[in-house]
């Protein structure tokens, strides 16, 4: 019973992180909303993200942008 609990309060925890691609903004550079938490992210990822398709944040595989001048 105890098992049943943590899975289901772990599929509640991790549920909150699907976001949905709002738009492309240019070539792999997307829009993203999570409409429970009115979140908003700017992602730019070589994968290719479909519009209107919900995404779990996490399994994303981010550009790291930081170290580009």
Known sequence: MNKLYLILISTLFL???NYQV???VR???YHLHNPKTND???????????IGKFYN??????????NIK
Do not use: A, F
């Open 15 to 17: 549920s909150c992180s």
């Open 22 to 24: 709002v738009s492309e």
């Open 27 to 29: 070539i792999h550079m």
């Open 40 to 50: 908003v992210e700017i992602v730019i990822t070589k994968d290719s993200l479909e």
């Open 57 to 66: 944040i996490k399994t994303i595989k981010r550009i790291n942008t930081e």
